[in-house]
């Protein structure tokens, strides 16, 4: 049984923008996969689609086994708990604590009357400090999200997501708004998660660099079809001109 | 369509121009007119603004004739509207600047009022004050969690996008739109009726006022916040509530307070108003004593509302300035 199947999966938006068409792709327990593309080519879309985040228009998502797209409400929050996802913008409560951000990771799990006063619960507290302990954090986690670095708030979201104890992290461009150390030091958390936990990963990048230091394949994306796949070493510069555009020359980070 | 709609507002526009003429016409000859006349008339001129490709209405939608302002015809008509209303308006609202300058000896009983205030009075008018500011606080904190509940189904981003979903948007919108298009002295009248004269009725109706106002600004909040955290917690298979919880209240418990303050300031200024047909309070005690003409008891009071309403709108407005920090 694959980990993930995706087959023959299309978007298309109310408007009339097609952000994917036909997408045929499958991802075994444990890789890290990279996804690449210009903005617009569908990588965040199809991302999305993976926990329904968007509600995708044709095709099958097989995740272990579950089918995504008709899941039901209850199965579907079921699903989605396995998938931990990170984001460009961080997507935490700018004005709660960095402990309470992690918390709400596991609120998946939780019933209603027991989401109310999670800081009560000491086992769960001390599962966020844990977690926060993983990401380096442990000594912030009284302070308010706003007042940290935006490598430090990324750092308290894969923190949320290991509140999920997921087996699968979707990031979508989780380094993009970050500057370069910051980035490589953040694309670090999640390769050692990918290697240590055996979390598989589905991130998309910008930078080639990261994609070859990090990812064990790569899927590039181009208006909505996926126009290679392979090795992150097999992409030399006509790749990558052809993923990119004509005109597109690699500029090197880190 | 939109040259249906320029057709109508030239129509209209020339209604209105001819309608003033015949308006200013009549102040000085004595002669009634028919309607008709003066449609059809508008319709004619409308019909040679069509041909000329020059009109207010095809002005408004853009079709611009390329001329400059001065030059063009719907410019000129622009013109001459503004000067028509203003000439109108100076006749119906019955100005006269005359009186304004002669009538100034009679309000010389209400100036030496406010100038000696009545001290003997105050405890009995602190105490209608203290009334006031007692029931614009109640009305505000009973408005409170209706408007709280209300503001979630008025929020175009939570409320899910079906049927029922858009219904009650649309229910819960119209209705805070009708509530707060009523003044809150008719809602007074109303429940002076309802309940009998006294702040009891003031309150109802600072509430319901209250009520229609916070909701709107409430849900038009929710609909500012960042949607990123939202995402992020549908993402962790949160179920609806859960998602309210952790990436919605969080976001909107500071700004809700302030606007609760906020709407706290402006009641005790409306209940000075509400007072007046009944609403208890200092309004109505301002009510009786100026019917009586007792000018410095009046004068007692506007002090004490002036005092009151500076050092309110100076506290909420510190406290709301800290709230928003948070």
């Excluded at chain 2, 079709?63 to 308006?89: D, P, Q």
């Excluded at chain 2, 005359?98 to 309000?107: D, K, P, Q, R, V």
């Excluded at chain 2, 309802?194 to 609909?223: D, N, R």
């Excluded at chain 2, 939202?230 to 859960?242: D, M, P």
Aim: glycine share 8%; with cysteine; hydrophobic share 50%.
């Amino acid at each position: 049984m694959e980990f993930i199947k995706i087959s023959n999966l299309h978007k298309t938006y109310p408007g009339g923008i097609k952000a994917l068409k036909g997408i045929d792709l499958e991802v075994k327990q444990g890789e890290f996969l990279i996804l690449l593309g210009l903005s617009g080519s569908g990588k965040s879309t199809l991302l999305r689609c993976l926990n329904r985040l968007i509600p995708s228009t044709q095709g099958s998502i097989i995740f272990q086994g579950k089918e995504v797209t008709t899941a039901s409400q209850v199965n579907l929050r079921g699903i989605r708990r396995q998938i931990g996802m990170i984001y460009q913008q961080f997507n935490l409560v700018k004005n709660l604590s960095a402990l309470t951000n992690v918390i709400s990771g596991y609120l998946g799990y939780l019933s209603l009357s027991k989401s109310l006063y999670p800081l009560l619960d000491k086992e769960l507290v001390n599962k966020a400090q844990k977690n926060l302990k993983r990401v380096g954090l442990e000594q912030m986690a009284e302070k308010k999200v706003r007042n940290l670095s935006g490598g430090q708030q990324q750092r308290v979201a894969i923190a949320r997501t290991l509140m999920q104890d997921p087996q699968l992290i979707l990031a979508d461009e989780p380094v993009a708004s970050l500057d370069p150390a910051t980035a490589d030091s953040v694309m670090r958390y999640l390769g050692e998660l990918n290697r240590n936990d055996g979390i598989t990963i589905i991130c998309s990048l910008h930078f080639l660099s990261l994609a070859r230091k990090y990812g064990s394949r790569v899927i590039a994306l181009k208006d909505g079809n996926i126009v290679f796949s392979g090795s992150p070493s097999e992409i030399d510069p006509n790749r990558f001109r052809e993923i990119y555009g004509e005109d597109a020359e690699e500029v090197d980070i880190v | 369509m939109k040259r249906i709609y320029a057709v109508l507002i030239d129509i209209l526009a020339f209604g209105y121009i001819l309608g003033s003429i015949v308006f200013l016409l009549q102040q000085i000859f004595d002669f009634s007119l028919q309607l008709l006349p003066l449609i059809l008339l508008s319709l004619i001129l409308t019909l040679i603004c069509l041909f000329l490709e020059d009109s207010l209405g095809l002005l408004i939608f853009g079709f611009s004739a390329g001329k400059k302002y001065w030059h063009s015809f719907s410019g000129w008509l622009i013109t001459v509207m503004l000067i028509l209303t203003f000439i109108c308006g100076w006749i119906i609202v019955e100005i006269n600047p005359l009186y304004f300058f002669e009538g100034i000896n009679n309000t010389r009983g209400i100036l030496q009022g406010l100038f000696s205030p009545n001290f003997q009075n105050l405890l009995p008018m602190l105490s209608a004050l203290a009334e006031t500011i007692y029931l614009a606080l109640l009305a505000t904190i009973f408005a409170l969690p209706f408007a709280f509940a209300f503001s979630f189904l008025a929020a175009r981003n939570l409320m899910p996008n079906t049927f029922w979903g858009n219904s009650i948007y649309i229910f819960i919108r119209t209705l805070a739109t009708f509530f707060r298009s009523v003044e809150a002295i008719i809602w007074a009248i109303i429940f002076c009726v309802w309940v009998g004269i006294g702040p009891f009725a003031g309150m109802l109706a600072l509430m319901i006022h209250s009520i229609a106002s916070l909701t709107k600004l409430f849900s038009e909040q929710i609909e500012n916040i960042d949607q990123g955290p939202v995402e992020a917690i549908t993402g962790t298979g949160a179920s609806t509530l859960q998602i309210w919880l952790y990436a919605v209240i969080p976001q909107i418990v500071s700004p809700f307070l302030a606007f609760t303050i906020y709407r706290w300031d402006i009641n005790v200024r409306m209940a000075t108003i509400v007072g007046f047909v009944g609403g208890g309070g200092i309004g109505l005690a301002l009510q009786q004593e100026q019917q009586m003409l007792r000018w410095h008891n009046v004068g007692l009071i506007i002090w004490l509302i002036a005092i009151t309403i500076w050092i309110m709108d100076m506290v909420s407005g510190k406290v709301r300035a800290r709230l928003m920090e948070l």
